[in-house]
């Protein structure tokens, strides 16, 4: 009898020292060095673009949801204001180089002159210097006013060449890959100087955004490995922290933090919650 009470003690401490409560312990240690955040994901290539004349929509070439490459066609404009700006530095420029074909014939004619009174007085032996300072006069403003249309040329052509640089502005391109997330225009609408009129995000250059609490800081530093999840398409991967923003809102006592991850071939989108493992 008194060995199996014995036998009943020992296995009741068996018991007891595997019991959960153990684990369950060190289960809180484990969670005591693990943090967990939620973030966003979001683009490190945004790009806002916005009108530098004012005018009327003329054609729109994307919608939301587009994907476009640098170069492409976003949208045209139509405007008085560049239209007669154009056609002044059109006109300058032709009458300029006009008046330069004016000056260089005159030139070329006065300088034939020349050259026919000297022989005609060289046969003779006798010169008219009157007459050759005369003509010697007029060739010199002639040249003079040659030199200058072609200033002018030279001006009206760089013009010509700025505007049609602006022209981009007029016909506006994408400055870069990307998708059109905001289109805030249509034809017919008219446009401002500064208003935003297409917004693109670039798709590969992806990145978390996680707020972190003052007490969370002296566990984190730039080129740390955490542990990245997106739940809604089950995707997970290590991502790398390249950013802390030393700017604390004093609101809310958050420190913005950004980690840049690989997504491959993953259909990863801007504002995607993540769940971020340190």
Do not use: C
Not at 130 to 145: I, K, P, Q, S, Y
């Amino acid at each position: 009898m008194k060995k199996s009470i014995v036998s009943a003690l020992v296995l009741s401490v068996v018991l007891q020292a595997n019991s959960p409560q153990v684990e369950s312990h060190s289960s809180n240690a484990n969670e005591t060095n693990t943090i967990k955040l939620t973030g966003t994901v979001v683009s490190d290539g945004q790009q806002m673009i916005g009108s530098r004349f004012m005018g009327y929509v003329k054609k729109v070439f994307v919608k939301l949801g587009d994907k476009v490459e640098r170069e492409d066609d976003l949208y045209e404009i139509q405007s008085a204001e560049f239209d007669m700006m154009k056609m002044q530095a059109d006109l300058m420029l032709e009458q300029s180089k006009t008046m330069v074909e004016f000056w260089r014939d005159k030139l070329k004619r006065l300088n034939t002159k020349k050259v026919r009174l000297r022989n005609t007085y060289r046969n003779d032996n006798k010169i008219n210097f009157m007459d050759m300072a005369d003509l010697d006069a007029e060739a010199a403003n002639v040249e003079t006013m040659l030199k200058t249309m072609q200033v002018i040329v030279k001006e009206s052509n760089i013009k010509v060449k700025q505007l049609a640089s602006t022209y981009n502005y007029i016909k506006m391109k994408a400055p870069s890959d990307g998708v059109v997330v905001r289109r805030n225009i249509r034809v017919g609408d008219m446009v401002m100087p500064g208003m935003l009129t297409i917004m693109l995000v670039d798709m590969e250059s992806l990145e978390i955004e996680v707020s972190i609490s003052e007490g969370v800081l002296s566990r984190v530093a730039v080129d740390q490995e955490v542990s990245i999840e997106i739940p809604s398409i089950k995707y997970k991967t290590v991502g790398v922290i390249y950013a802390i923003v030393p700017a604390i809102n004093p609101m809310t006592h958050k420190i913005k933090m950004r980690i840049r991850f690989d997504k491959g071939e993953t259909n990863v989108l801007p504002g995607m919650y993540a769940k971020v493992t340190i």
